[in-house]
């Protein structure tokens, strides 16, 4: 239900912080050798996001993540991403 409101307010450009629900699912957009390939790429988002480091068979991974959305939002910007090209998936909270 949340989320039709949403999208109903956003349809008209208002998005109320009251009907707001943070989740704890994640989108995953990549994972980098590089430090600033990471940075790169998440910087072409207006969400709550971070990078986190993985160690992997000695080498160091910068893995790109959206944090914080409900289920229907991750599969929103996750199909949306890929409709674009970009790979992503879901991880759970």
Do not use: H, W
């Not at 949340?2 to 998005?15: E, H, P, S």
């Not at 994972?31 to 790169?40: D, E, H, I, T």
Request: hydrophobic content about 40%.
């Amino acid at each position: 239900m949340i989320d039709i409101l949403n999208k109903a307010f956003r349809k008209k450009g208002v998005y109320p912080k009251k009907y707001t629900i943070t989740g704890g699912y994640i989108v995953q957009l990549g994972a980098f050798s590089n430090l600033k390939n990471a940075q790169k790429l998440i910087n072409q988002f207006n969400a709550a996001k971070k990078i986190t480091i993985k160690k992997i068979d000695n080498k160091i991974l910068y893995v790109a993540l959206l944090t914080g959305l409900s289920y229907t939002d991750a599969q929103l910007k996750c199909s949306k991403l890929k409709e674009q090209g970009q790979d992503c998936f879901i991880k759970k909270p």
